[in-house]
């Protein structure tokens, strides 16, 4: 039953793969030919010929889009133009560290996000929900860079207390996780808040309070149990989301990622490289997205595929 | 989400409630207030001070805030071409909220529609809708408007159609999963046995019902949107010179915020206050449309008498 | 759960932590951030800004060097050279040489490397110095080389400064990332954060003080400038005028870029003399170049002062509405299309505040009444209205571009904008191109004369750009460094020319 399901998914997520690589092939193929940015701005048009050949982009599109499915049967990715090397290594190479970023950042959200959201729930209406409420929605709120900036100004070069960027010791985690967090944090306090006041009104929770259980272990243990599914559910479509600001505190920050690579080799046409960043990425997300799926199956009994 | 009934338009006794029940929340009726003021800057700010805003004043280049010696419309400092901060806020009010309602109002007929048709139908088309929600949701929507804008070309109309698509798969899943559980109930039935056909039973009974959730989802993306606008403009693809909206404010004045903090600090701050205005409603929208919470609403007023 | 929540959450920041590298730095090392990460470390494309910065003179070097002050090639691993006819060049090698590998250095490393670049097996930016000429290079002896090419090559000496020498056991057919030189450092890493040179104990000229350099890359000025400040970095080339706001440690200086907008005057209206005129007539130079920084020096001409060719005494274009105003009025009187919509080209990032110029020109444009529209391409789609074949379909256009001339020649410049198959040249004028062709082949001071009498008809009766200003580079230089940037910086940063202060 259960692997049926996951068979089912993977076919699933293999056809969008598919789908995913023929767009970004004709999309990308569209942006221009990369020979002019990789030549200098004075060479003849012999020597751009001579670049279109030495990379196969002389070829009719369809046949080089053929050329690139035959070559992915045999798992060669096509070679990085800029970096003269394969290009599936430049994105491998780079996933991990993005992984690391969105995992701890992820992480520390969730776990946030259920503290602080609870302990609102709580009382709602009351100072400590509050402010909550207005702060995790401001950070929530804010254009993302603009809080990077300000937080190198301020930490690191005001105060003094920060690396301004790069990576290396634990310090310099700080700043990048920080700004990758608030997002999530800011809609994850919501659903969090959302669910568990509902929880809280209903009849069972009425009982176990009427059992004399404590107020404490009413909300983390029991409440908190039943608004985890929602909680799982929109944090991963955040999950996903986390790549879109990876790309801007990459960048900001120096991290060798994943987004900040995508977003160099776009700029470049460096077409392999944009494929394999968005193979990797995709089954990435695929991958999560299955995981939910199968933990809402650990969390609710009730649901069975 | 819950599914949420918000109180008809229709009657205008709910209405008076609904402005009641705002009044009760300060944050909220705030909020409201604030955006009925954006409304009116979209409306009449490029009339009024749209010559301004364009007038060059390189004598007065990073004039710092807080002085009307210029004239009031100085008073939060110039630009980095010596144009009047307020008067760029005011009209770039425009832009900024017609690309994001237009994107958000595109994604949530498009996508709703399409959700709707794929809850209903059992066809193949339902499953090539799944996917391409799938394919949309499977990769980081920046990324994907980064290659289309590189495509196509960064203007308002291209940037409103691939904010609009990379916000689809939202609306898709929610319309669809609402339908998958109102088809069942017994008034569709009833309709089906009448003769009803499947259009109309879409479109007079299904599609109503499942409008008010795909209006709040769509006030909240409408935020997301206004970021994701802005962070494409970090990323030097959002709107063009010499168009600009708050999001490219921002983008332009971030080189600056050590020596003139205030060129970033405004458009950041007009943002903030947009987004977080949006996510305050909805979620008074939500306690309003939730009997559980709604209590809280009424109770207020009645303590208050 | 409280408790244990925090546990988990220290526990998952401490395993980061460690996943990355601690970088202790000691005296001897220097920390350098670069504006852009270097796609690659191929000696022979280290004319691209972020690779010469690292590569040139500290891993590879060349046979000449150009000197800053003067303009003229000096030794380097050639030692003399001489012309012995119009297209042949003998040169004198540098003895006791090693290549880092232990390689020597000599005739047939020279024949190797240049062969390398011109062999069309790998994609060389560097041999774009060159043009179309056909190079040939002979080992007479051990240490003395003849390089023949197919034209005359006057300035052979200066061209040879691009040539890398590599080590003979490089690739051929492949571009490499581990480049191997006979220069005073050698690459230790090279991965998507950093790349780490260290001294090469074999060179063979004076120690460098500094031992080890690590390069890292940001592209937002106000961090770099940000990490030299706090001592997280040594140095930073190219950072904002705004930027550099701390005269203690950010030097200006005269690099070797002239910002310009192109006129396309096959269109009308550009197509009337006067509607060019009145183009350079309607800016106010004062106010625009407060975008530039106060040191940026107006433009008459598209070579930088310095370069043989420029010169001194041609006016810029001064500001004058009334008279801009007065020419469109002429011109409009005999016919011509004033009206018409001209398209104004810029390109994001082309230089700090480029689209900031672009808007306030394009508001100064109209002021005097001309119909421009601004509209901001990326690098690829603008490099198609640069260079020849232009689009079709284009209509009236004004291209902003920046050109860089440091080799000290203006035959690096005249040619690809004036003559009728320069490949950035809008101009098609047959007694131009015979002139150029004159100036190409002169050497010694008629070649300077004939360059000045190129950029004084260019700008008095062609007028087919409209230079702006001799840009002005900016770097911050740590307190621990003795150095100061010049005109090279662009292109490369010696680290055996930089002191340390204790």
Known sequence: MMLGYIGRRAYHSILSVIGLLTLVFFLTRLTGDPSALYLPLDSSVEAREAFARLNGLDQPLYVQFFQYLRDLLSFDFGESLRQHRSAIDVALEAFPQTLKLAVVAMTLSILLAILVGALAAARPGSLFDRIAGLVSLAGASTPDFWIAIVGILVFAVGLGLLPTSGTGSILHWIMPVFVLMLRPFGLLVQVVRGTMISALASPYIKTAHAKGMKRRKIIFGHALRNSLLPVVTVAGDLTTGLINGAVVVETIFGWPGIGKLMIDSIIQRDFAVVQSTILVTAIAIFIVNIAIDLLYVGLDPRIRY | ?305 | MGSASIRIMAGALLAAGWAGSAMAQNATEVRIVLPEQPANLEPCGTIITNVGQILSRNVVEPLTVIDAASGQPKPSLATEWKQTDPNTWTLKLREGVKFQDGAPFNAEAVKFSIERMTGGKLTCSNIAKFGDAKLTVKAIDDLTVEIKSDKPQPILPTLLSVVMIVSPNTPVDKAVNDPVGTGPFKLSSFTPQTVVIDAFDGYWGKKPAITKASYVWRPESSIRAAMVETGEADLTPSIAAQDASNPETDFAYLNSETTAIRIDAGFAPLDDVRIRKALNLAIDWEGLGQLFGADAKRASQMSVPGINGHDDKLEPWPYDAEKARALIAEAKAAGVPVDTEIELIGRNGIYPNGAEAMEAMMAMWQDVGLNVKLTMLDVNDWLRFLQKPFPEGRGPNLLQMMHDNNKGDAAFTIPIFYTSNGSYSTVSDPALDKQVAEAMASTGEARTANFKAIFDKVRNDVVTDIPMFHMIGYTRVGKRLDWKPDITTNSEIPLANIGLKN
């Open chain 2, 1 to 305: 989400m819950t599914d949420l009934t918000l109180p008809s338009r229709k009657s205008p006794g709910n209405l008076r409630q609904l402005a009641i029940y705002l009044s009760r929340d300060k944050l909220a009726l705030v909020a409201a207030l604030f955006l009925a003021l954006l409304l009116l800057c979209v409306l009449l700010g490029p009339l009024l001070v749209g010559e301004q805003a364009a007038k060059l004043g390189l004598r007065q280049r990073n004039l710092p805030p807080f002085s009307v010696q210029q004239g009031w419309l100085y008073v939060l400092g110039a630009d980095t071409l010596g144009r009047p901060i307020l008067a760029r806020l005011i009209v770039g009010a425009q832009k900024t909220l017609t690309i994001a309602a237009a994107a958000v109002l595109c994604s949530m007929i498009v996508g709703g529609t399409l959700g709707l048709i794929a809850g209903y139908s059992e066809r193949w088309y339902s499953h090539v809708i799944q996917r391409l929600a799938d394919v949309i949701m499977s990769f980081p929507s920046l990324l994907l408007a980064l290659i289309v804008l590189y495509t196509l070309g960064p203007s308002m109309l291209n940037l409103i159609i691939v904010l609009a698509i990379t916000r689809m798969p939202i609306f898709i899943r929610t319309a669809r999963a609402e339908v998958l559980e109102l088809r069942e109930r017994m008034f569709v039935s009833a309709a089906r046995s009448m003769g009803a056909s499947s259009t109309r039973i879409l479109l007079r009974h299904i599609a109503p019902l499942a409008l008010p959730t795909l209006v709040t989802i769509a006030a909240i993306d409408f935020a997301t949107v206004i970021l994701t606008e802005s962070a494409l403009s970090f990323l030097g693809l959002g709107i063009q010179p010499p168009d600009f909206t708050w999001g490219a404010m921002v983008a332009n004045g971030r080189g600056y915020l050590a020596t003139a903090w205030w060129i970033a600090f405004w458009p950041g701050l007009a943002i903030l206050l947009t987004t977080l205005s949006l996510n305050i409603l909805s979620s008074w929208a939500r306690t309003v449309a939730d009997p559980q919470q709604r209590w809280r609403l009424q109770s207020l007023r009645k303590t208050a008498r």
